[in-house]
């Protein structure tokens, strides 16, 4: 059985389905912040495969951009759920809801 | 002549801007009374100087003047265009000259009203209305002006507003005028759709294209009789004929000026202006003619049967005015267009003379009642929200040694039952309020005299012409006359002659009205000798070659390329009948006035006394004004307010506010639903998004 680009594809698709997935279902925003990592790299995934398959490194240099924002995004974000904490000593989503009209 | 009808037309409107302004916010301005005064006169002398040096130069031909474009929708394209011909040109004089001697008068009449400056801006704002009513040269600018008038008659009634029957009677006039002002945009919008629907081109209601053959000829008979019905209407609002005279003998709750101005010499005569401007279109409408003739006859009589009754001076007069409209209707309605506007100048001349010499007479009066009151002879009298009740000794209204009066109430300075014998205080007043009221009875050869006899004759002539219904005219028109002789002969005797009848009379004297007020007072006897002059009929030009043949006619009439036009008979009265019918009208005159000398002039109030007992029930009829104001009072203003305040105040409550609340209190309800999706919770807000995105590309990809 041939590994095409089909394969790789699909499993992109389903790691970026389980990451969106995660950012709706979990209550844990550390858990949150995991599963937009998760689609981070599902999206490295395609770009890598198309890359291979098309021969233009374009792609693959996308991959760093993307890598280098999501390191940031992450520790962006984990320095917001550490000033929530502090504010309200939890990090279940559910209860923060200011925003509620 | 661009620039000419400018300096006819700004003047009032910029003085009468700027001495609003200044007066409004510059408060030491106020005192300036002959800078005021004397900008506003200025602002009328100018116009009249102006108009007499073209005067002298236009014959015939009418010159439009146009400015710029008013409106322009469709096929309607109205300009502020202006015409000069001698109609709009005597008008302009008459306006402007009797307009200027009475801005003389008011400065002296005035004098110390904390109001001066306001009033002298509405005169020049009401002299500006007033010449655009009478140069304009298309019914929508003759309707500004129109409305103007109307308008500034509304803010003078009311200029002492503080008192609530003056506003009230402000009131009324606007509300009355509106109603013929309703029949005018009426007619306005007949003639419109009426000429556009034949024509594709622009049309503006100007004269020009109005009264030419073409459009007359091929407008309808049937829309030229409801639309010169429907201008009567307008006139009869405007010119207080029945049945929307009410207003005018509330208007005298105004200053007198304001009487002799616009309740006399101006404003009301718009309506005969506007038939005569219109006489080529009237003349199609025989049935509308004998129509305004007939209701002008009526109100001529009917006011006069009212004026005998009258107390108070200046309600003597307004009825007056009302039944030498009533003449002058009927003049416009026997087709004699160009008399009647010769009746207009005549009138002007002495009725404004007549109202001035009250005014002059009231402002006698109120020094006497000062004085008076003073010295504890009569009740102090306060004006409404003055603060003088506690300054009032015990004494001064000790009911012992007050005079009573014989009316109920304070001391009314303009009723005659507490004047007579003025003669020999006010001589000027007294001999020029005598010629004005020997013009008006019409004896000859003062000005009253030429133009009623002419009115007359017109009747008889259109009578003599197989119009039957004209001979009742004139008979009604000769028992006015001779009422009208009486009733003003009543006037100055109880004036001016016999006894003084006021409270302490012999301590207690007037005095003579400074020149400012006396001046016009002479110039207006004056023209009213030499007014009638402009008229001499045909008969007596030949009889008397050195009298001018009436110029008027030659000025005016289409016989002569006037804009008046004229109607033509068969069938002339013979000279010797023409002859009896001047004697006549010198007869009853004289007679009228023999008759109030010998009842009023020898027997003073008791005259008044017989008269009551003479006429019975009638008395009552005519001194209760025939009851109109409650017939109108009862039949339409009642259910009006009843009407609203039953039905359409609940309805406006229940229905229209409850449906406006209604609406808020639905979107209210419904945002009270959908706040829920507020959640607050950011992964409902991702939820969405994702929906939204998938929603987006199932689009993309099947549609």
Redesign the interface.
């Known amino acids: 059985m041939e590994l095409t680009l089909n394969w790789y594809l699909s499993l992109s698709a389903v790691l970026f389905t389980i990451g969106?997935l995660g950012?709706?279902?979990r209550r844990n925003a550390i858990v949150?912040l995991l599963a937009v990592e998760l689609m981070l790299n599902a999206v490295n995934l395609t770009l890598v495969a198309l890359s291979q398959s098309f021969g233009d490194v374009d792609g693959q240099i996308l991959v760093f951009f993307v890598m280098s924002v999501a390191a940031a995004e992450a520790a962006v974000g984990l320095a917001i759920v550490i000033a929530i904490y502090r504010n309200k000593l939890t990090v279940n989503?559910?209860e923060?809801?200011?925003?509620?009209? | 002549m661009h620039s000419l009808v400018q300096l006819i037309l700004l003047p009032p409107l910029f003085v009468a801007a700027f001495n609003g302004m200044m007066g409004l916010f510059a408060p030491g301005y106020r005192k300036n009374e002959w800078l005021i005064g004397g900008l506003a006169t200025a602002a009328v002398v100018v116009p009249f100087a102006v108009t007499v040096s073209i005067f002298l130069g236009v014959h015939g031909e009418a010159e439009v003047v146009r400015y710029f474009t008013w409106m322009a929708a469709g096929q309607l394209e109205v300009d502020f265009a202006y015409r000069i011909d001698p109609l709009s040109l005597l008008m302009t004089l008459i306006v402007t000259g009797v307009g200027a001697l009475i801005h003389l008068y008011s400065i002296g009449y005035m004098h110390e009203d904390p109001g001066f400056w306001r009033f002298f801006a509405y005169l020049n704002l009401f002299i500006f209305a007033m010449l655009n009513l009478v140069l304009a040269e298309n019914l929508p600018v003759l309707f500004l002006g129109w409305e103007g008038v109307g308008l500034c008659s509304y803010l003078l009634i009311g200029f002492w507003y503080a008192d609530l029957k003056n506003s009230a009677a402000a009131n009324k006039a606007f509300i009355v005028n509106r109603i013929g002002d309703f029949a005018f945009l009426l007619a306005m919008f007949i003639l419109f759709a009426a000429v556009t629907g034949r024509t594709d081109g622009a049309f503006g209601l100007d004269f020009t294209t109005l009264l030419s053959a073409d459009t007359l000829g091929a407008l309808g008979s049937g829309t030229i009789l409801a639309v010169v019905l429907l201008f009567f209407v307008g006139a009869t609002g405007k010119s207080a004929q029945i049945p929307l005279f009410v207003w005018l003998p509330d208007a005298m709750a105004g200053p007198t000026p304001v009487s002799a101005l616009i309740h006399a010499a101006t404003m009301v005569t718009s309506g005969l202006y506007l038939l005569a401007r219109l006489s080529p279109m009237v003349l199609e409408a025989p049935g509308a003619m004998a129509v305004i003739a007939v209701v002008g006859a009526l109100t001529a009589i009917m006011a006069a049967t009212i004026a005998i009754t009258q107390n108070d001076i200046k309600k003597v007069l307004a009825y007056s005015t009302v039944s030498q409209l009533g003449f002058m209707f009927m003049a416009a309605g026997v087709g004699a267009f160009f008399v009647s506007i010769f009746h207009v100048m005549t009138h002007a001349f002495f009725k404004a003379c007549l109202f001035l010499g009250s005014g002059s007479v009231i402002h006698a009066m109120h020094h006497v009642e000062h004085e008076l009151a003073h010295k504890g002879r009569i009740p102090h009298h306060h004006k409404p929200g003055s603060d003088q009740a506690h300054l009032d000794s015990e004494a001064t209204q000790d009911p012992l040694r007050t005079d009573p009066l014989p009316y109920d109430g304070p001391f009314d300075a303009q009723d005659m039952r507490t004047m007579g014998g003025l003669r020999k205080y006010m001589p000027t007043t007294a001999l020029t309020f005598l010629v004005a009221t020997l013009a008006i009875a019409g004896i000859p050869p003062l000005a009253g005299f030429f133009s009623k006899d002419e009115i007359l004759f017109m009747a008889f002539q259109h009578g003599y012409n197989d119009h039957a219904w004209a001979y009742l005219v004139w008979g009604i028109g000769i028992v006015t006359a001779i009422l009208t002789a009486v009733y003003m002969g009543r006037a100055y005797f109880l004036t001016f002659e016999g006894r003084e009848r006021w409270p302490d009379a012999f301590d207690t004297k007037p005095h003579e009205s400074p020149w400012t007020m006396t001046l016009p007072l002479v110039v207006l006897a004056v023209l009213s000798v030499v007014g009638g002059f402009f008229g001499v009929p045909a008969l007596l030009h030949e009889a008397l070659p050195f009298l001018p043949e009436s110029w008027i006619h030659h000025w005016l009439g289409a016989d002569y390329g006037g804009p008046v036009a004229e109607p033509h008979y068969e069938r002339h009265v013979p000279h010797a009948t023409e002859w009896m019918l001047l004697g006549l009208g010198a007869a009853i005159a004289v007679a009228g006035v023999f008759i109030a000398w010998t009842q009023w002039g020898r027997r003073g109030l008791d005259a008044d006394r017989a008269l009551s007992r003479r006429l019975g029930l009638f008395f009552g009829l005519f001194s209760r004004k025939y009851f109109v104001d409650e017939i109108y009072d009862g039949a339409v203003v009642r259910p009006v307010v009843e009407g609203s305040r039953n039905v359409l105040a609940p309805f406006d409550q229940k229905n229209v506010d409850g449906a406006v609340n209604g609406v808020a209190r639905m979107m209210r309800g419904l945002a009270g639903r959908l706040r829920v999706v507020q959640t607050g919770v950011v992964q409902n807000y991702a939820l969405a998004l994702v929906l939204g995105v998938v929603v987006v590309v199932a689009l993309m990809l099947f549609v």
């Open positions: 969106v950012v709706l279902l949150i989503v559910d923060i809801n200011l925003f509620r009209g």
